[in-house]
């Protein structure tokens, strides 16, 4: 059975209208009914209580060109009909209440009529798929008369799915891949995975205004990541402040609360002028905060109020001020451990959930580590105006290192780009060869096994050489880090709440510091004797 053809449009009160030599000029209400190849079983017409008389001459003249279309008049008063909010909510109102059947009919909405608003207004409708219709446009005719007859007009149909255009849709997904390809600064990344999370931050990031949530270990690239998705929000042109970052570890003490939200004069001995402080310096723009975990209590209560009103108290005043700035958050913590260890706010992490992404280490994209290096020799070339290559059998060596258990990469790519900057400074004659990659391979071998040397060394200095080797390695692992967290907290519950917070959250741990204590005493150690020696 075929679908019957519904137009649904507003009268037009200027082109529809005309009392004298009606039929000798152009009605677009009247001609949409004419064409023999658009055949129009009913016309939904909206019109005002003005526009009554129109209504019914326009009727009367569908009537006798075209008695086969139905009319059906829908009135809809506007008040101002170029208010966009009044107009759309409307539109909205009677698109709600239309009972559209798409299996029995098929639609189109005619923009030929009405204001500017009104067609921008049936755009957002039909694109939203409130309404399940095509657009219709109509054009006058053109020139003058044929044989003492009016030329015909003409009429387009437009499918607001894009989808449908495969060259629209090829340009969509080639802007797509270009955004995806500019947060990861050109390098072609082979890693399935990171690849789909670079193509969701590309989406939230031009989507929305929320903060983002950067999580991942050190040199990971979250402080490159987040400076990359600043430059495609300006070059978009949703962003036109700056980009301020902050590394809130090196926030302490009272001028953390003074370095971020400002002072006033006289708020605090030696402010001895205004400070601004960085959320109002990142006004309009994106303010990166790096290892957010870092900051205090009061800075984190200070910091939620600012993310959610965009408006904050600087130190000593008591006049607020605001900054429209979109936070970029990073961390190489676990968060929700810290919340459950009560040394990161609920509320805030709350707040700052909303979109977070697990950027990966080195070890876990070992498939990205030959474009990385090709990446960090054009960049060394670019920056010290010296072109350097590697040959085939260096390029080997070093990737099959690079990809081993052996390669620890404790700082990630920036472990790589340090190695990569050391590799093509001494490249002879700008070429890295073997034994230029053999070299930086024992360097890189020494330096991490300093690391374990300077964990070996943590414990000894509690047990004694002789003593240590009497300990499992498994033990010394576990220990390594105990003895860290121990130094790092002020008191043992401190202590025992950052190392058993997922067992205090089950409720499996009644006493964390009574619980560290036989931990550490299954080794013949105390508090005491773990916190002076570290001191």
């Known amino acids: 059975m075929e679908k019957k053809r519904v137009v649904i449009g507003f009268l ?16 677009p209400t009247v001609e949409l009914c004419q064409y023999r190849d658009l055949p129009i079983g009913r016309l939904d017409m909206i019109h005002g209580e003005g526009s009554m008389a129109l209504a ?35 539109l909205h109102d009677f698109a709600r209440g239309y009972p559209f059947d798409p299996d029995a009919e098929d639609y189109l909405v005619n923009i030929t009529t009405g204001t500017h608003v009104a067609q921008i207004c049936w755009f957002l409708l039909i694109e939203a798929h409130f309404i399940p ?26 499918d607001i799915d894009l989808s449908r255009y495969d060259r629209i849709a090829t340009r969509f997904r080639r802007d797509r891949d270009e955004a995806a390809n500019f947060l990861k600064s050109g390098i072609e990344t082979r890693n399935e995975a990171f690849n789909r999370m670079i193509d969701r931050i590309e989406q939230v990031a031009i989507r929305s205004k929320a903060p983002l949530l950067l999580c991942g270990p050190t040199g990971a690239g979250k402080s490159q990541l987040a400076r990359r998705i600043y430059e495609l929000k300006k070059a978009r042109r949703q962003v036109g402040g700056p980009f301020v970052e902050v590394n809130c570890a090196t926030l302490r003490g009272d001028g953390a609360a003074s370095a971020l939200f400002g002072h006033v004069r006289g708020a605090f001995t030696g402010a001895a002028s205004e400070r601004a402080g960085l959320l109002r310096a990142a006004d309009k723009g994106i303010l990166f905060l790096d290892e957010i975990g870092e900051l205090g209590p009061d800075e984190q ?3 939620l109020r600012a993310i959610e009103e965009k408006r904050f108290l600087p130190v000593g005043s008591d006049k607020e001020v ?20 009560g040394r990161f706010r609920e509320d805030l992490l709350a707040r700052l959930n909303l979109w977070t992404f697990d950027l990966p280490g080195l070890a876990d994209r070992p498939e ?56 093509a400074t001494l490249a002879p004659r700008g070429r890295i060869d073997a034994a230029t990659v ?71 741990s009644a006493n964390d510091a009574d619980r560290l204590r036989k931990y550490l005493g299954r080794f013949g150690l105390d508090w005491t004797a773990v916190r002076e020696r570290g001191a």
Request: some cysteine; glycine content about 8%; aromatic content about 8%.
């Open 12 to 27: 037009g009160t200027t082109l529809d209208a005309g009392k004298q030599n009606r039929w000798g000029r152009w009605r």
């Open 56 to 90: 019914e001459r326009v009727t009367a003249d569908i009537a006798q060109v075209s008695p086969a279309t139905e009319v059906r008049r829908h009135l809809m008063n506007l008040a101002d009909p170029w208010d966009f909010e009044e107009v759309y909510g409307a």
């Open 133 to 158: 219709a095509k657009i219709l446009q109509l054009s006058p005719p053109r020139g003058g008369r044929d044989g003492g007859e009016r030329q015909p007009s003409s009429y387009g149909l437009i």
């Open 301 to 303: 209560a200070m910091a």
């Open 322 to 341: 605001g900054s429209d700035f979109q936070l970029i958050a990073g961390t190489n913590r676990d968060l929700s451990l810290d919340v459950r260890a």
């Open 368 to 423: 990205d580590i030959e474009p990385n290096l090709d990446f960090e020799l054009a960049r060394f070339s670019e920056r010290e105006g010296l072109h350097v290559t590697i040959n085939r059998e260096a390029r080997q060596r070093y990737l099959a290192f690079a990809a081993s258990p052996a390669a620890r990469w404790l700082a990630n790519f920036r472990d790589l780009g340090a190695s990569v900057t050391r590799m």
């Open 438 to 508: 053999d070299e930086e391979l024992a360097r890189l071998r020494r330096a991490w096994a300093s690391k374990a040397d300077d964990d070996r060394d943590l414990l000894a200095d509690l047990f004694g050489e002789s003593e240590l080797d009497g300990i499992d390695l498994f033990d010394r692992v576990q220990l390594v880090e105990v003895v860290k967290v121990c130094r790092r907290e002020p008191t043992a519950s401190a202590a025992g709440r950052a190392l058993f917070a997922a067992s205090r959250a089950k409720k499996a």
